[in-house]
């Protein structure tokens, strides 16, 4: 390789400190996050496949609400990023407010679909097939573990508005302290009151939606305080409550560039939803593997998962203070840094695989399965981080129909139809779909590659 390719693709030593500044906190909030959530899952699956199971159905859909509220403050961090660079506070500070209205909005909705349709929702994935377990007992504890969690969506939702403005002002360490904060409350909760330590009672899955509820309202309390108090730090907040009015001009650009992502996130993670239902058809013992596998992967895959919003703060910053030029090479550095981050993640994930689903107290056949299914995870991990730094650099120019199109219509007119037919197909084992439903995403990254040569995300859309 010569010194020109080097050059292109490589970064220097500033370029890598000021990834590092947005990446690392990101990185390790999310990895001990994750790290956490795998201890939880195997502290719920200690007491029963049944109680794992039935508490990673709920996950499943709160996974929809949660990406709708992460679509919601995204397209208007979209603004936000574009007016930090540029540097126009009441720009922010509107953004702000915007966010406020829209994930408290979203809270609503999401109380009152779950309310009314929660019972209905876990049922959809209670199938006979395999070694099953009691699917009665499933759904009970289902049933109790998202009616405690229902406590949570109102500070999620508000620490979600106040934490992604921090993120986008350049402020990373805060969230990530709140978060680390929240996981250790949480992960301590759950010890407590899964098994009845010190004097508690012993309330297995309830008491691991109690913990998680009591960390989410602790996370955005440390958050919210910590903005109100650092005012000079972050000018947008003050006076962001001395009246809640968003010109209707900039509500209708967040409207038109931004409900795209919000529906994108929502259809997306409905869609897996829907995929995982799709392969729940083969019985309880597959909604365990699945769940196994996607935690214990999401431990290895938060390394180039962290990349997508150093990409959009970054890419979005630059595009707001118009540095044309400067911001091809930065999507260049931030995509091939990406993909070398995936295929570390995916080294690790290969090795792990055969290691930690013996950690779980279950069946032989559910551990054979997810070693299985984070086999191939791992080897498809570099197709997700390209497909994934593509997303984050369409979205930062403002492209939010043509991510829709490249996320959440590929998901349902391609990938969900392909798995409807292929877990049809009783001869074909769950992993071996599984691994010809993923490597559909190879399309996925031609048009991906397509999109980014051609430029159409560089427009600065806050001018």
Wanted: aromatic share 10%.
């Amino acid at each position: 390789m010569d010194r020109a390719f080097f050059k292109k693709y490589i970064g220097d030593r500033a370029f890598y400190r000021a990834l590092g500044v947005i990446v690392i906190p990101m990185m390790l909030q999310n990895a001990l996050s994750n790290f956490v959530n795998l201890l939880d899952n195997i502290m719920v699956g200690a007491v029963g496949t049944e109680q794992m199971s039935g508490v990673s159905i709920v996950n499943q859909l709160m996974f929809v609400f949660n990406l709708c509220l992460f679509g919601g403050v995204s397209g208007a961090g979209i603004f936000t990023a574009q007016f930090y660079g540029k540097g126009d506070r009441e720009g922010v500070r509107n953004t702000f407010r915007f966010k406020v209205f829209l994930t408290l909005g979203l809270f609503a909705l999401g109380l009152g679909v779950f309310l009314t349709n929660g019972e209905r929702l876990i049922g959809l994935y209670l199938h006979e097939g395999g070694e099953t377990g009691d699917l009665l007992a499933t759904a009970g504890y289902g049933q109790k573990y998202l009616s405690m969690m229902l406590w949570g969506l109102l500070p999620f939702a508000l620490q979600q508005a106040y934490a992604s403005t921090l993120r986008e002002c350049g402020e990373t360490m805060v969230p990530m302290k709140a978060g680390i904060a929240a996981i250790l409350l949480n992960l301590a909760g759950n010890w407590v009151l899964i098994f009845g330590n010190l004097g508690a009672p012993a309330m297995g899955a309830e008491g691991a939606a109690l913990a998680t509820v009591l960390s989410r309202w602790a996370e955005f309390g440390i958050i919210c305080l910590w903005t109100h108090r650092n005012k000079k730090k972050m000018p947008f907040i003050e006076g962001a409550y001395r009246h809640m009015h968003v010109p209707g001009e900039l509500v209708g650009k967040i409207l038109r560039k931004g409900m795209p992502l919000l529906v994108n996130e929502g259809l997306w993670s409905a869609g897996n939803a829907m995929l995982t239902q799709s392969y729940s058809t083969r019985g309880l013992m597959v909604v365990a593997g699945m769940n196994i596998s996607s935690t214990i992967a999401n431990l290895f895959n938060v390394l180039w998962l962290s990349m997508g919003s150093a990409v959009a703060i970054m890419v979005g910053q630059q595009l707001g203070a118009g540095e044309t030029e400067r911001v091809k090479g930065t999507v260049r550095k931030l995509t091939a840094a990406s993909m070398a981050v995936a295929v570390l993640a995916g080294m690790l994930l290969f090795a792990a695989a055969p290691l930690f689903p013996r950690l779980y107290n279950t069946t032989g056949e559910v551990r054979a399965l997810a070693a299985d299914l984070m086999r191939v995870t791992a080897l498809c991990g570099v197709l997700y981080s390209f497909c994934h730094v593509s997303y984050f650099v369409l979205r930062s120019g403002g492209r939010t129909w043509i991510t829709f199109l490249f996320d959440s219509v590929y998901l349902w007119a391609l990938k969900i139809p392909v798995t409807h037919l292929l877990i049809a197909r009783e001869e074909l084992p769950v992993a071996v779909v599984f691994a010809l439903v993923e490597m559909i995403d190879l399309l996925k990254c031609i048009a991906g590659y397509v999109l980014l040569k051609k430029g159409v995300w560089i427009r600065n859309i806050v001018e």
